[in-house]
């Protein structure tokens, strides 16, 4: 079946690090990719997104390119701040399937000053 | 739009109770998605409908759970009775063909 297998952290930054999540998905054909952030005591919000190989997502800072060559979906950001501190989730759609997403475990990010 | 909406916020309830949680979907997004969210299995989908009708129900962990959409704007995920294990938060989420999914905030649920 489909999968997503993401770190799972939790990981502590310095402000202004460089940042990496990893991401790998298993699924047949071409799925869709994405990253939402949960924000304490919040939803998830959708961050980025890329629907086909070599896509890139971008979005307040953050990208992800969509390799099909490696299954992966990685999520970067060059510098990072306090308030990027929340949980990061890789998550894929099948292809022509359904509308359901499957999610990674989540990656909780903190950020300090 | 208001996004996504669910009450109550918070149930803090005791085992044996029947809960019942509610959720209004964006206006126009034919998907309703109920998610569950815990620290020892992250998220897990727990059903979901089309147009208001149940499409994939297998992530329901058992009959006490129960859910109905009866119109295009509201459904609800009941639990009776409920159990200590069922603590979590759970979130409603809506989308509209192949656009992505939009979460609502959640329910925080205890059940003692």
């Known amino acids: 079946g489909n999968s997503v297998t993401q770190m799972e952290g939790p990981v502590t930054l310095s402000e202004e690090a460089f940042l990496t999540i990893n991401c790998t998905y298993t699924a047949t054909g071409y799925p869709s990719l994405f990253w939402y952030v949960q924000y304490p005591g919040e939803g998830l919000q959708l961050l980025l997104k890329?629907?086909?190989?070599?896509d890139k997502g971008s979005n307040k800072g953050f990208e992800a390119t969509y390799r099909k060559e490696t299954t992966s979906f990685h999520l970067e950001k060059g510098s990072v701040q306090v308030s990027d501190s929340a949980v990061y989730f890789c998550?894929?759609?099948?292809?022509?399937?359904?509308?359901?997403?499957?999610f990674g475990k989540g990656m909780k990010l903190t950020v300090n000053p | 739009d208001a996004g996504v909406i669910q009450s109550p916020r918070h149930e803090v309830t005791e085992m044996g109770q029947e809960v019942t949680l509610r959720c209004k979907p964006i206006s126009g997004h034919d998907y309703l998605f109920w998610y569950r969210q815990t620290m020892m299995r992250g998220l897990e989908l727990l059903i979901y409908?089309?147009?208001?009708?149940?499409?994939?129900d297998s992530g329901m962990p058992e009959d006490r759970f129960s859910a109905k959409m009866p119109n295009a704007s509201f459904s609800t995920l009941k639990i009776q009775p409920s159990e200590p294990r069922d603590s979590a938060v759970y979130f409603c989420a809506s989308s509209f063909v192949t656009s992505p999914l939009t979460f609502g905030p959640g329910t925080r649920l205890t059940v003692t």
């Open positions: 890329a629907t086909k190989a070599d």
């Open positions: 998550a894929l759609r099948a292809q022509g399937g359904s509308e359901k997403l499957v």
């Open positions: 409908f089309n147009n208001n009708v149940p499409i994939d």
